[in-house]
T-cell receptor, first 114, second 115 residues
Framework: QKEVEQNSGPLSVPEGAIASLNCTYS??????FFWYRQYSGKSPELIMS????GDKEDGRFTAQLNKASQYVSLLIRDSQPSDSATYLC??????????????FGRGTSLIVHP | GAVVSQHPSWVICKSGTSVKIECRSL??????MFWYRQFPKQSLMLMAT?????????EQGVEKDKFLINHASLTLSTLTVTSAHPEDSSFYIC???????????FGPGTRLTVL
């Protein structure tokens, strides 16, 4: 069974600090990786995608991918209280019957306190 | 970015009635749409995958006769909760993916309350 593991948290960081969110996955065939942010009571929104080993930066967000270790992470610099949310890691998923089935981790709850 | 809409955003219904939720991709053709359910403080649970023009593929434990999914066009999928019961009260979220299939975009969700 394909699995995505995330620490459920909550991860609590002070405002202005770096928040580090980690994710491991079991499917060695995964080529695409996505991070979603979900505020309480809202649906997930895509914030980062990464396809190659290494780092990808977008504003205050940096995604890091290590396919050999089957590990993907998300760093949030200068964390703000508005970053408080649940962050979902999602490899593209496994192909079943012609479609890639998405696989999501349980998500890490991040709390940024003033 | 790609936009997915859902309607209604919330609905309250009586036990035993049916409720239809619409999911639309507004600026792209969604060859694949996914339906999720999420209970409070729990993770997303994939209910079914639907490809345009094909029957939906349901996840284990999801009753296909209770949760009817139709994906008749490249921009519209519907989920009908038939004979709804209070335990069906949940947050229903759809997502859509285009033919390239790398990213999926979520609708804003529909909160269903069954009295």
């Amino acid at each position: 069974q394909k699995e995505v593991e995330q620490n459920s948290g909550p991860l609590s960081v002070p405002e202005g600090a770096i928040a580090s969110l980690n994710c491991t996955y079991s499917d060695r065939g995964s080529q695409s990786f996505f991070w979603y942010r979900q505020y309480s009571g809202k649906s997930p929104e895509l914030i980062m995608s990464i396809y190659s080993n290494g780092d990808k930066e977008d504003g205050r967000f940096t995604a890091q991918l290590n396919k050999a270790s089957q590990y993907v992470s998300l760093l949030i610099r200068d964390s703000q209280p508005s970053d408080s949310a649940t962050y979902l890691c999602a490899p593209k998923g496994v192909r079943t019957g012609g479609s890639y089935i998405p696989t999501f981790g349980r998500g890490t709850s991040l709390i940024v306190h003033p | 970015g790609a936009v997915v809409s859902q309607h209604p955003s919330w609905v309250i219904c009586k036990s035993g009635t049916s409720v239809k939720i619409e999911c639309r991709s507004l600026d792209f053709q969604a060859t694949t749409m996914f339906w999720y359910r999420q209970f409070p403080k729990q993770s997303l649970m994939l209910m079914a995958t639907s490809n345009e023009g094909s029957k939906a593929t349901y996840e284990q434990g999801v009753e296909k006769d209770k949760f009817l999914i139709n994906h008749a066009s490249l921009t519209l999928s519907t989920l009908t909760v038939t004979s709804a019961h209070p335990e069906d009260s949940s947050f229903y979220i759809c997502s859509a993916r285009d033919r390239v299939g790398n990213e999926q975009f979520f609708g804003p969700g529909t909160r269903l309350t069954v009295l």
